[in-house]
């Protein structure tokens, strides 16, 4: 074979092809950091793209200093990314490993670069530094695979015995009981033995969610446990009563529904008429209304559920069928005195609640769509007759009827989608309050929706009557409503009492506690600072609340340094594209131009919920870290609405806000690769000591496992910490356990640590929050979690799965 200049021609070929590849890229990276620089970002990007051109043109004319050009930039590359990042990992990597791989490839053919130009080579030390190089490849790779989080202490959590008096005896409340904390006083599985679970037993519902098209079904659900039985409902609301021990099926009732956009079933309410009320013990409280049951009366214990088609219905917990008793035949029409409320303009997608002899409804009235919308009233009906017993409207709060002679509840004011919470010691109702119908536009809103808009609304349980309202966001332009059901807790104070208080997180990263009496704040709230935009007539508030007393989750301002991706082409691109965003950190207003929203509407946290541990007042909180891109332009006021989809937040391009002057743009905030511009993590899992008020640690929630990219699933079980859905369950024995992610897998986490000590596979991924209890006839305690398929991904099914520990022989 010819030879030319002392390799063969081949080698020589591959020599300049290496180095015209390297020259290209390196005039990719140069171009990209001048546009950079435009934009008043870095000039890393320019310099290491000349750098890297030099590298591949001194490779192609033949020359010998191509390496030594190289190892002077990737040192500055490596002292830059420290200089930049710290010592964290994903950051670190981002800057410095595809040039890592880079120097490998070039001490590789160093030799070869040496012969060619007839010099003499020393394999040895060109091939022992690649060596070296590959270990650190091989170390960088390694801890691709490894979870990056944050651990300052360890929670005093696992050391409280679960007795006879405090083991749980039924999860009958959304959130597990009273408190919503999602909390099981249970031990049997604890630290020790949870690797050894199982699968007891899969139930099959029948109802596979589409995750495309009209349908839009999504499997969201939490189970009850009452007794022997458990009750789940579907996406398109069939309820179902599965064998609490056996997982096999004693009755279902379906509710056919001709809705397409935003289907799905969070969870249903019970009560147990033959159960002695509880009267509330803080003062100034009315008393509950005592229920009144004639002997072989039907329906002593009923279910409850919030249809899709807005309709509350009561089911007899005992064979399925409709409570006669209760309102029409079994159900009630909530779309009554609403005007035009179809759905999904109007529609039901969190459970009911049984607050004393009361069963409350809120309705979820869909974002972004027009501002003449049904209007967010919260109705109390009697438990047992299903007459309506109060209304609060908030447009008109100080009315407790129904609208008479044909009027209608006022129109597009706040409403409350998300899951509420009871307090039977002061006998009220917490209710999550969302916006005005327009999120983004908020020119004609009322003093009322001022005042209701992004807040916690306590309701007298019996009367309805307004107690207090705490508002977390003063005119609201971002979506953030109150996204989640509050729990309540004994809140820890310096001097060793307690208060009782409620805690709550919102889309905007910020966790509250509120006093259960007052609304007042138990920890420190300020007033920031925040800038207008310039939409004509908008009534910009200039301060809005920071709960800096508690850890604020995945809500730092971001920074050019932040911007992130999978390589530093990705990475230049999205500094890019962040540079061209108007940008003023949390609560940066929408307007005309492009501006970004950190966190964006889908969170921080969101419907979920938390999880709390009473013995160690240990509060664990998952989130989501995406935000999102805004983009406001002119449209004619007649164009036509959406249809409500909320794909408004999913990149469907310009939306119209009916009867605004305005239609809108909103879409996730993404690199060229569809990967958040951000730094991970994308999703996490967050325990909070409330004594201290400060993070006893964080790991990231999910891996890229079952992500799609380009068509293809990753099979990578990279822990990078991806978005998270629903909430976390949390034991008296130690464990958190958590589902959500964007991967098929249910996890066990140690509570005291945040160390993952347990996962099982899932054949598909799941929105749910596991549930837990103990089967009355076999003394086993079960984990129970609803599989429908994750959000994002294309694989569905209809799986609720039980795991318990072997039976020991």
Same mark, same amino acid.
């Given at each position: 074979?010819?030879?030319?200049?002392?390799?063969?021609?081949?080698?020589?070929?591959?020599?300049?092809?290496?180095?015209?590849?390297?020259?290209?890229?390196?005039?990719?990276?140069?171009?990209?950091?001048?546009?950079? /620089?435009? %934009? !008043? $970002?870095?000039?890393?990007?320019?310099?290491?793209? +000349? =750098?890297?051109? @030099? #590298?591949? &043109?001194? /490779?192609? %004319? !033949? $020359?010998?200093?191509?390496?030594?050009?190289?190892? +002077? =930039?990737?040192? @500055? #590359?490596? &002292?830059?990314?420290?200089?930049?990042?710290?010592?964290?990992?994903?950051?670190?990597?981002?800057?410095?490993?595809?040039?890592?791989?880079?120097?490998?490839?070039?001490?590789?053919?160093?030799?070869?670069?040496?012969?060619?130009?007839?010099?003499?080579?020393?394999?040895?030390?060109?091939?022992?530094?690649?060596?070296?190089?590959?270990?650190?490849?091989?170390?960088?790779?390694?801890?691709?695979?490894?979870?990056?989080?944050?651990?300052?202490?360890?929670?005093?959590?696992?050391?409280?015995?679960?007795?006879?008096?405090?083991?749980?005896?039924?999860?009958?409340?959304?959130?597990?009981?009273?408190?919503?904390?999602?909390?099981?006083?249970?031990?049997?599985?604890?630290?020790?033995?949870?690797?050894?679970?199982?699968?007891?037993?899969?139930?099959?519902?029948?109802?596979?969610?589409?995750?495309?098209?009209?349908?839009?079904?999504?499997?969201?659900?939490?189970?009850?446990?009452?007794?022997?039985?458990?009750?789940?409902?579907?996406?398109?609301?069939?309820?179902?009563?599965?064998?609490?021990?056996?997982?096999?099926?004693?009755?279902?009732?379906?509710?056919?529904?001709?809705?397409?956009?935003?289907?799905?079933?969070?969870?249903?309410?019970?009560?147990?008429?033959?159960?002695?009320?509880?009267?509330?013990?803080?003062?100034?409280?009315?008393?509950?209304?005592?229920?009144?049951?004639?002997?072989?009366?039907?329906?002593?214990?009923?279910?409850?559920?919030?249809?899709?088609?807005?309709?509350?219905?009561?089911?007899?917990?005992?064979?399925?069928?409709?409570?006669?008793?209760?309102?029409?035949?079994?159900?009630?029409?909530?779309?009554?005195?609403?005007?035009?409320?179809?759905?999904?303009?109007?529609?039901?997608?969190?459970?009911?609640?049984?607050?004393?002899?009361?069963?409350?409804?809120?309705?979820?009235?869909?974002?972004?769509?027009?501002?003449?919308?049904?209007?967010?009233?919260?109705?109390?009906?009697?438990?047992?007759?299903?007459?309506?017993?109060?209304?609060?409207?908030?447009?008109?709060?100080?009315?407790?009827?129904?609208?008479?002679?044909?009027?209608?509840?006022?129109?597009?004011?706040?409403?409350?989608?998300?899951?509420?919470?009871?307090?039977?010691?002061?006998?009220?109702?917490?209710?999550?309050?969302?916006?005005?119908?327009?999120?983004?536009?908020?020119?004609?809103?009322?003093?009322?929706?001022?005042?209701?808009?992004?807040?916690?609304?306590?309701?007298?349980?019996?009367?309805?009557?307004?107690?207090?309202?705490?508002?977390?966001?003063?005119?609201?332009?971002?979506?953030?409503?109150?996204?989640?059901?509050?729990?309540?807790?004994?809140?820890?104070?310096?001097?060793?009492?307690?208060?009782?208080?409620?805690?709550?997180?919102?889309?905007?990263?910020?966790?509250?506690?509120?006093?259960?009496?007052?609304?007042?704040?138990?920890?420190?709230?300020?007033?920031?600072?925040?800038?207008?935009?310039?939409?004509?007539?908008?009534?910009?508030?200039?301060?809005?609340?920071?709960?800096?007393?508690?850890?604020?989750?995945?809500?730092?301002?971001?920074?050019?340094?932040?911007?992130?991706?999978?390589?530093?082409?990705?990475?230049?691109?999205?500094?890019?594209?962040?540079?061209?965003?108007?940008?003023?950190?949390?609560?940066?207003?929408?307007?005309?131009?492009?501006?970004?929203?950190?966190?964006?509407?889908?969170?921080?946290?969101?419907?979920?919920?938390?999880?709390?541990?009473?013995?160690?007042?240990?509060?664990?909180?998952?989130?989501?870290?995406?935000?999102?891109?805004?983009?406001?332009?002119?449209?004619?006021?007649?164009?036509?609405?959406?249809?409500?989809?909320?794909?408004?937040?999913?990149?469907?391009?310009?939306?119209?806000?009916?009867?605004?002057?305005?239609?809108?743009?909103?879409?996730?905030?993404?690199?060229?690769?569809?990967?958040?511009?951000?730094?991970?993590?994308?999703?996490?899992?967050?325990?909070?000591?409330?004594?201290?008020?400060?993070?006893?640690?964080?790991?990231?929630?999910?891996?890229?496992?079952?992500?799609?990219?380009?068509?293809?699933?990753?099979?990578?079980?990279?822990?990078?910490?991806?978005?998270?859905?629903?909430?976390?369950?949390?034991?008296?024995?130690?464990?958190?356990?958590?589902?959500?992610?964007?991967?098929?897998?249910?996890?066990?986490?140690?509570?005291?640590?945040?160390?993952?000590?347990?996962?099982?596979?899932?054949?598909?991924?799941?929105?749910?929050?596991?549930?837990?209890?103990?089967?009355?006839?076999?003394?086993?305690?079960?984990?129970?979690?609803?599989?429908?398929?994750?959000?994002?991904?294309?694989?569905?099914?209809?799986?609720?799965?039980?795991?318990?520990?072997?039976?020991?022989?």
């Amino acid at each position: 074979m010819s030879r030319k200049n002392g390799v063969s021609r081949p080698v020589s070929a591959l020599l300049i092809l290496i180095g015209a590849i390297i020259t290209l890229l390196g005039l990719g990276l140069a171009i990209g950091g001048a546009m950079l /620089i435009g %934009r !008043g $970002g870095s000039w890393y990007y320019l310099l290491m793209g +000349l =750098a890297l051109a @030099a #590298t591949g &043109i001194e /490779i192609v %004319r !033949g $020359g010998t200093k191509a390496l030594a050009i190289y190892l +002077l =930039a990737f040192i @500055a #590359t490596v &002292i830059w990314a420290f200089w930049e990042a710290g010592l964290d990992f994903w950051a670190l990597h981002a800057r410095i490993f595809t040039f890592l791989c880079a120097l490998f490839v070039l001490l590789l053919i160093q030799p070869l670069i040496l012969k060619r130009a007839g010099r003499q080579t020393n394999k040895g030390i060109s091939l022992g530094a690649a060596g070296v190089a590959l270990v650190a490849i091989v170390g960088m790779t390694w801890g691709m695979f490894q979870p990056h989080g944050i651990h300052n202490s360890v929670a005093a959590t696992g050391k409280t015995p679960v007795t006879d008096a405090t083991r749980q005896q039924n999860w009958d409340q959304y959130g597990s009981n009273g408190d919503q904390n999602r909390f099981a006083a249970l031990d049997q599985i604890n630290r020790d033995n949870v690797d050894e679970l199982e699968v007891a037993w899969t139930f099959h519902t029948g109802e596979v969610p589409k995750s495309s098209g009209d349908s839009s079904l999504e499997d969201q659900n939490t189970p009850l446990q009452v007794g022997n039985s458990l009750y789940l409902c579907t996406a398109s609301n069939t309820v179902i009563s599965v064998n609490a021990t056996t997982g096999e099926e004693q009755w279902r009732h379906e509710f056919p529904t001709d809705t397409k956009t935003w289907v799905r079933c969070r969870g249903l309410a019970y009560f147990d008429a033959d159960q002695a009320l509880k009267q509330p013990q803080a003062p100034n409280s009315t008393q509950v209304t005592s229920v009144t049951v004639a002997a072989g009366e039907a329906c002593p214990r009923r279910i409850f559920m919030n249809t899709i088609d807005a309709q509350l219905v009561a089911l007899n917990a005992d064979t399925g069928e409709f409570c006669s008793n209760f309102g029409d035949n079994g159900t009630i029409d909530l779309k009554q005195n609403l005007g035009a409320a179809q759905s999904p303009l109007y529609s039901m997608t969190s459970p009911p609640l049984v607050a004393g002899s009361t069963v409350v409804v809120g309705g979820r009235v869909a974002d972004n769509v027009a501002l003449d919308m049904p209007g967010g009233v919260i109705r109390g009906f009697d438990v047992m007759t299903g007459d309506l017993k109060w209304a609060f409207d908030p447009g008109n709060p100080s009315d407790r009827d129904a609208p008479s002679d044909g009027s209608i509840y006022t129109r597009a004011t706040p409403n409350v989608w998300a899951p509420m919470t009871y307090d039977a010691w002061s006998n009220t109702v917490f209710l999550p309050v969302g916006n005005a119908a327009i999120d983004l536009w908020g020119v004609k809103r009322t003093p009322e929706d001022e005042k209701y808009g992004a807040s916690i609304l306590a309701l007298d349980a019996t009367t309805g009557n307004e107690k207090w309202v705490y508002q977390t966001v003063h005119h609201d332009l971002w979506d953030f409503d109150v996204p989640m059901q509050p729990t309540l807790i004994d809140f820890p104070n310096e001097d060793g009492s307690t208060t009782p208080a409620l805690t709550f997180g919102t889309k905007a990263g910020q966790i509250f506690v509120l006093d259960r009496l007052t609304g007042k704040p138990l920890t420190k709230v300020i007033e920031k600072d925040v800038k207008p935009a310039t939409i004509p007539g908008e009534n910009y508030a200039l301060k809005q609340p920071l709960s800096v007393g508690m850890p604020q989750i995945g809500a730092q301002t971001l920074k050019e340094a932040d911007m992130w991706g999978a390589t530093p082409f990705d990475q230049l691109m999205c500094r890019y594209i962040f540079k061209g965003y108007r940008y003023n950190g949390l609560y940066t207003a929408p307007d005309t131009d492009y501006s970004l929203s950190f966190p964006g509407s889908l969170g921080g946290m969101n419907w979920g919920g938390v999880s709390y541990d009473p013995t160690s007042d240990t509060l664990y909180i998952n989130d989501m870290r995406l935000g999102l891109y805004v983009h406001m332009q002119k449209q004619d006021p007649n164009a036509a609405a959406s249809d409500g989809n909320e794909s408004v937040n999913a990149g469907m391009g310009a939306v119209p806000l009916k009867g605004t002057p305005y239609s809108v743009t909103k879409d996730r905030f993404l690199s060229p690769l569809g990967i958040p511009c951000q730094e991970p993590p994308f999703g996490t899992l967050t325990a909070v000591d409330m004594k201290t008020r400060s993070v006893n640690w964080e790991v990231p929630l999910g891996t890229v496992q079952d992500t799609v990219l380009f068509g293809q699933k990753m099979h990578l079980p990279i822990p990078i910490g991806m978005p998270t859905i629903g909430g976390s369950m949390t034991t008296q024995s130690g464990l958190v356990f958590f589902a959500a992610t964007q991967d098929n897998w249910l996890r066990a986490f140690d509570s005291a640590t945040g160390e993952l000590v347990w996962k099982a596979r899932l054949p598909v991924g799941s929105q749910g929050t596991p549930m837990s209890y103990v089967s009355p006839e076999t003394g086993k305690q079960y984990i129970v979690i609803s599989a429908g398929g994750a959000r994002q991904s294309p694989d569905r099914g209809d799986y609720v799965i039980a795991y318990a520990l072997p039976d020991n022989d």
